[in-house]
Each structure stands twice: as structure tokens, then as C-alpha cells.
């Protein structure tokens, strides 16, 4: 059964850091690229970055670029989105998703997890 959980949410300062994980099960998650999409109260959900399979490239939205990176561990089943100098707007539920291209549409990733709070908050 494929499985994704997203942890390492929480609650920070405007400027802090968290580093989410992803980390999957029932797969293997180098055959896949992995998304990371967010959706703040009343807005639409949107890609965050993602990363392909084959290569590991890696892609931002225009509005996290220089902030957040994504990384995998196939070792470890696991992808990670390092997010530094947080603001305000960063605020959202963060989802992990599979799919078979590393894009920021969300109608291209199948299997999502349940999400994880991210609260950016002085």
C-alpha cells in the first residue's frame, strides 16, 4: 500500500527554519518524483517544489526560490524540503505527493499524505 507522512511541522518565528519530511512507504520512492504543495485557508493549493526520479533535478516556485530546498534520500525512503527565512505568507498545510514527473501541477501527482501545519507567526 503506498503511503506518504509528512512531518516536522510546527510553529515558528518570521526568519526561522524547518526542515519537512516526507517519508514514504509500500514503494520506492526513487522510481518517483516527489512534490511538495501547500495550501493556506481560502486559497487554492500550489506547488512548492518537487524533484524527479532520474536526475534529481529540483524545481521552486518563483516565491520560495533562495529560501527552500528539496532533497532525497532513496537510502532512506525519504524526501525533505529545508525551508529557511520563513515569512508570514509562508503559512499553510504542506503536502507530500508521488508522481511520475517532478512538476509544480498538482493534477500530475497521484498519492498524497495527510499534510503537516506549518504557522509562521511572531
Known amino acids: 500500500q503506498v503511503q506518504l507522512v509528512e512531518s516536522g511541522g510546527g510553529s515558528v518565528q518570521p526568519g526561522g527554519s524547518l526542515r519537512l519530511s516526507c517519508a514514504a512507504s509500500?514503494?520506492?520512492?526513487?522510481?518517483?518524483?516527489i512534490g511538495w504543495f501547500r495550501q493556506a485557508p481560502g486559497k487554492e493549493r500550489e506547488g512548492v517544489s518537487s524533484?524527479?526520479?532520474?536526475?534529481?533535478?529540483?524545481y521552486y516556485a518563483d516565491s520560495v526560490k533562495g529560501r527552500f530546498t528539496i532533497s532525497r534520500d532513496n537510502a532512506k525512503n525519504t524526501v525533505y524540503l529545508q525551508m529557511n527565512s520563513l515569512k508570514p505568507e509562508d503559512t499553510a498545510v504542506y503536502y507530500c505527493a508521488l508522481g511520475s514527473w517532478a512538476t509544480l501541477l498538482a493534477h500530475d501527482f497521484s498519492s498524497w499524505g495527510q499534510g503537516t501545519q506549518v504557522t509562521v507567526s511572531s
Open positions: 509500500g514503494f520506492t520512492l526513487g522510481y518517483y518524483a
Open positions: 524533484i524527479s526520479s532520474s536526475n534529481g533535478n529540483t
